[in-house]
């Protein structure tokens, strides 16, 4: 049972453009979610992320937003660039004994940034 | 800067060798992860702990086992490599058991067995 999903494998945008980058979970106990970012040959690196209490964390060029109600969350990156072509991951952890272990990681999604 | 430094970069091994993998941080994180990406499945936990000689099973353990005899190190062990363990092994670790820090990720080792 995928408890995080992101649907899209990839997603080209032209640079200056906004991406949009989604996920969906199914776990209600889930009290962070954050964004990875990564590149070929290298470890994921942490972008942003947000508590379940929120609906927006912003910064600089991304923000990420949260609809609780419709377990949704999105990565909004404007404008993008070329160096943020990459494999981005959605992640949600839970309190200890919430129903998952560790960070729980989506398929990821390529984001492609074309010039 | 804070690391997490996993010892190889890139593996050839043989089927049926036994695999070491290991990650060494410099953050006294007490939680320790090690977790295998693959196309198109994302990342896949193996194993973690929270303590020194402490360790718990993720999502998918079977054919690893792993090591934490100090708080910095944390071995993942492939007991007799298998074609399907092909794959990019990464190791984290972290300030808190829930996800409000993140994680920070080592580099990451490709392991290919042939």
């Known amino acids: 049972d995928q408890q995080v999903k992101q649907n899209s494998p990839s997603l080209s945008v032209q640079e200056g453009r906004i991406s949009i980058l989604n996920c969906d979970y199914t776990n209600s106990m889930f009290d962070y979610f954050l964004w990875y970012k990564k590149y070929p040959a290298e470890g994921p690196t942490f972008l942003i992320s947000i508590s379940s209490i929120k609906d927006k964390n912003e910064d600089g060029r991304f923000t990420v937003f949260l609809n609780k109600s419709a377990k949704h969350l999105s990565l909004h990156i404007v404008p993008s660039q070329p160096g943020d072509s990459a494999v981005y991951f959605c992640a949600a952890s839970t309190p200890v004994g919430g129903g998952a272990d560790g960070l729980t990681f989506g398929k990821g999604t390529h984001l492609i940034i074309q010039p | 800067d804070v690391k997490v430094t996993q010892s190889s970069r890139y593996l050839v091994k043989r089927t049926g060798e036994k695999v070491f993998l290991e990650c060494v941080q410099d953050m006294d994180h007490e939680n320790m992860f090690w977790y295998r990406q693959d196309p198109g499945l994302g990342l896949r936990l193996i194993y973690f702990?929270?303590?020194?000689?402490?360790?718990e099973k993720g999502d998918i353990p079977e054919g690893y086992s792993v090591s934490r005899e100090k708080k910095e190190r944390f071995s993942l062990i492939l007991e007799s490599a298998s074609t399907n363990q092909t794959s990019m092994y990464l190791c984290?670790?972290?300030?808190?058991?829930?996800?409000?820090?993140?994680?920070?990720f080592g580099s990451g080792t490709r392991l290919t067995v042939v």
């Open positions: 984290a670790s972290s300030l808190t058991q829930g996800g409000s820090y993140g994680y920070t």
């Open positions: 702990s929270y303590d020194v000689k402490m360790k």
